[in-house]
């Protein structure tokens, strides 16, 4: 048993599916912009039911329908449709050949009589959701499955070949144009009406294209699948005939590749490691940005909200004209999670919230803080949090002493009275008070190898009238009040 | 009973008819280690803000952090700190205590609070600190009160504890409300940590009902 799943008007339907949101609601032409004079090659029922028809120029097809959309034929949106298409199939089978623009078929053969229809029910719900309305035919060769497939509602699965075929119009069978005009001079008009002609004498008259189109006729044309492999790269790229300035129509654009890609990433079972975005600009730059994600992932929510989080953050100085889409994958890991083991409960959300975060305060101001290997105050830099923690290493045998220190960022210059070398009054812009409680000095230097990082100082603890203990230091620039102990 | 608390009785019953809740049930308390905590409270509750008020210098409200932070470090928790006006210290602390912190260093008050707003909504965290100590107090009152419900909130659809570090009192909403009031002289800097930690004098000065342990 094979199937075969049939986008009508494939063309218009990949040009839709990523038009405006508006287009798709609207009568809709397809015309082809390489073609002169442009013709209307397709058109949605709603523009059909406004009287736009097929071969009409495109401002016959406007004066019928002021609102009608023309859409022009997009060779990477038949693609990215094709592509969509030949994913949802593999879902059916492993079986899988390209049969036409807009036509798959796939064999049953895996599949238990009771099961083939509401799978390939489910392969089109599948496309449904990636904006592609299809219909499907079961028949026990190819070809009388694609002619179920035309005639579908849209699932139709054929029982018997010749009661199927019996009524349906000669042009079911794609006849030359020549042997159709012959055979409509003989008043034969259906499929029906051809195979009751003697096959033989048939062949003798019309010669092997006659011979062809009566096996056609009769079903009986059984053929080999020309199978092909599911996609390895993960690639989507669309280019817009008028620069996108705002971040909607991306999105909606994404989400389409999203969708798709996901779903060609869950069939070949892998997951998505990295995505590369590439966003091309009216100005002629491009804006690339390479994401990588906390954990692998090939749910299309988790891929499309780690892109519009990024996305939210941008911005550009002109329009997008191109966007690509890129998805590295990787064999996602089967492990179950330890209760004990400091890893993110939703390392996607946390990467969301660590965005977000980042777009607020700067990239450079939010992180985990890890100190470098130096004596220089303050010496410290800012790393991605760890998506697991290491075990916690044993308490320290000795342990550190005294208040931790709060500090000022920038440091206050202050004014400091001496008896002879001692501290015994500090002002600062904050504060200022008597000094009560002293120790120090602590002498401190480091960096002498480098001139220009050479460091030096003098550090005395000190604590003032009423309240607060704070480090007062001495340096080639000054006295600064570094921070309070808190 | 005056017509204004009345009529937010009225609001308050007419909102549960509307939008009736499940209660929630009572998801425990962190552990602080700070026995002066600990003893009162139980812990810092989870779901809920608590409030500490730091009303004089060196009263110990990083003393207090870094006891968190090797707590939770050793329950492998993730904390993070909202540091209103970057004031934290890393080299104050163990290294390896410093693995589990996000730290966001901002630098205005609105910034902080929009950074807590969107932490206290994080399911991988158990511990959200916001540091407003060193903010500048005027600016700290003109914080609605609004903004500290919708924390509350954003906290009660999570297991987290959320800890708000204050000069005054100003969380509307803290389920928990303790203070530190007793300021260390210079002597104590030659004290080991841990014996600071349990020294440490914190009172309580507001319990709700939903932050007392069952």
Not at chain 1, 35 to 54: D, M, N
Not at chain 1, 364 to 382: I, K, M, S, Y
Not at chain 1, 458 to 478: A, F, I, Q, S
Not at chain 2, 153 to 162: D, G, H, S
Request: glycine fraction near 6%; charge should be negative; aromatic fraction near 6%.
């Amino acid at each position: 048993m094979f199937a075969v799943i049939h986008l009508a008007d494939f063309a218009l339907q990949a040009a839709l599916r990523l038009a405006a949101r508006p287009a798709a609601s609207l009568p809709a032409a397809l015309i082809d912009p390489a073609q002169r004079p442009s013709v209307v090659l397709a058109c949605t029922p709603a523009a059909r039911s406004s009287g736009v028809e097929i071969g009409q120029s495109p401002a016959q097809a406007l004066a019928r329908c002021a609102r009608l959309v023309i859409l022009p034929a997009s060779a990477p949106a038949s693609a990215d449709a094709q592509a969509a298409l030949l994913a949802t199939a593999f879902s059916l089978s492993p079986a899988v050949e390209m049969t036409g623009p807009g036509i798959c078929t796939a064999s049953l053969q895996g599949l238990a009589p009771g099961e083939q229809e509401p799978a390939v029910r489910q392969t089109l719900s599948q496309l449904a959701a990636l904006g592609l309305h299809a219909t499907a035919g079961l028949g026990a060769t190819p070809l009388l499955a694609l002619y179920a497939a035309r005639r579908a509602h849209p699932v139709l699965a054929v029982g018997s070949a010749r009661d199927f075929l019996a009524p349906l119009p000669l042009a079911a069978a794609d006849p030359p144009a020549d042997v159709a005009g012959i055979l409509a001079s003989w008043g034969i008009h259906t499929l029906g009406q051809l195979t009751a002609l003697p096959k033989t004498s048939l062949a003798q008259r019309l010669g092997p294209a006659g011979l062809a189109l009566w096996e056609r006729a009769a079903g009986e044309s059984e053929r080999p699948l020309v199978c092909v492999a599911p996609e390895r790269t993960f690639v989507a790229s669309w280019e817009s005939e008028e620069p996108m300035e705002t971040l909607e129509p991306v999105l909606f654009i994404l989400r389409r590749f999203v969708d798709r890609l996901a779903l060609e990433l869950q069939t070949a079972a892998l997951a998505a490691a990295e995505l590369i975005l590439t966003l091309d600009l009216d100005d002629d730059t491009s804006l690339p940005r390479t994401i990588r994600l906390p954990e692998p992932a090939a749910q299309s929510d988790t891929l499309f909200r780690t892109l519009q989080t990024y996305l939210e953050t941008v911005r550009t100085s002109a329009g997008v004209t191109a966007i690509q889409l890129k998805i590295m994958p990787i064999r996602a890991a089967a492990r179950q999670r330890d209760v004990f083991d400091g890893a993110l409960r939703d390392p996607h959300r946390f990467a969301e919230t660590l965005a977000r975060i980042s777009a607020l305060v700067g990239t450079d101001r939010v992180g985990t803080p890890v100190l470098e290997n130096t004596r220089r105050p303050d010496a410290f830099h800012l790393v991605p949090p760890l998506a697991e923690l290491p075990r916690a290493p044993e308490p320290a045998i000795h342990p550190p002493l005294g208040l931790p220190l709060r500090r000022f960022r920038p440091p206050h210059p202050a004014t400091v009275e001496l008896e002879g070398s001692q501290p015994t009054y500090v002002w600062t812009p904050a504060f200022h008070g008597r000094i009560v409680e002293l120790a120090g000095p602590w002498q401190a230097a480091g960096d002498w190898w480098e001139a220009d990082q050479f460091w030096q100082r003098e550090e005395w603890d000190v604590g003032l009238d009423p309240v607060g203990l704070y480090r007062l230091v001495h340096t080639p620039g000054g006295w600064f009040v570094e921070g309070e102990y808190d | 009973m005056s017509p204004s608390a009345a009529n937010l009785a009225q609001l308050r019953q007419l909102l549960a008819e509307r939008f009736p809740t499940a209660p929630r049930p009572d998801t425990g308390v962190l552990p602080t280690g700070l026995p002066a905590v600990d003893e009162i409270a139980g812990g810092l509750p989870r779901r809920a803000l608590t409030e500490l008020v730091c009303g004089a210098p060196s009263t110990g409200s990083q003393l207090f952090l870094t006891q968190l932070l090797a707590g939770t470090r050793r329950q492998a928790v993730r904390v993070a700190l909202v540091d209103a006006t970057d004031n934290f210290d890393p080299q104050s602390i163990p290294p390896a205590e410093l693995q589990h912190l996000l730290w966001v260093r901002c630098q205005a008050i609105a910034e902080a609070m929009t950074a807590a707003d969107l932490l206290a909504r994080e399911a991988s965290l158990d511990l959200v600190v916001l540091d407003l100590v060193y903010g500048s107090l005027p600016a700290l009152r003109r914080i609605p009160d609004r903004t500290w419900y919708r924390l509350q909130r954003a906290v009660e659809e999570t297991n987290l504890v959320f800890l708000a570090l204050t000069p005054a009192r100003l969380v509307a909403s803290a389920q928990l409300r303790l203070q530190l009031d007793r300021p260390h002289p210079l002597a104590r800097q030659q004290t080991p940590r841990p014996k600071l930690v349990s020294d440490l004098a914190v009172t309580l000065q507001l319990q709700r009902h939903a932050a007392r342990q069952a």
